[in-house]
């Protein structure tokens, strides 16, 4: 069974950074689009940031410049550095491995929470 793992997660001030992994127990993990989501209470799932299995990387506009996706295939882990951290990024954030060749291969881990504030 695949399991999807977010970490990295907690408490943290506005202005400082936080980096959050995922790892994702498939076969052929550099075949995975990776995405990361998040969720804040009363708003809809909003695409944070995602790296795609050929390596190219896109970016919610919210997050443009203080946000940087990375992936390690040999690990099976994906990395999301978040920097200069402010309140509209308190969310819990999932990570969403999809197939690259068969979108009903599509994964969701469980969710790490990220709070920003003083």
């Known amino acids: 069974q695949v399991q999807v793992v977010e970490s990295g997660g907690g408490l943290v001030q506005p202005g400082g950074s936080l980096r959050l992994s995922c790892t994702a127990s498939v076969s052929v993990f550099e075949g995975y689009n990776i995405l990361w989501y998040r969720q804040a209470p009363g708003k809809q799932r909003e695409l944070v940031a995602g790296?795609?299995?050929?390596?190219?990387?896109t970016y919610a506009d919210s997050v443009q410049g203080r946000f940087t996706i990375s992936r390690d295939n040999a690990k099976k882990s994906v990395s999301l550095q978040m920097n200069r951290l402010n309140s509209d990024d308190t969310a819990v954030y999932l990570c969403?491995?999809?197939?690259?060749?068969?979108?009903?291969?599509?994964?969701w881990g469980q969710g790490t929470q990220v709070t920003v504030s003083s």
């Open positions: 969403n491995a999809v197939s690259n060749l068969n979108s009903h291969l599509n994964f």
């Open positions: 790296i795609h299995a050929g390596g190219s990387t």
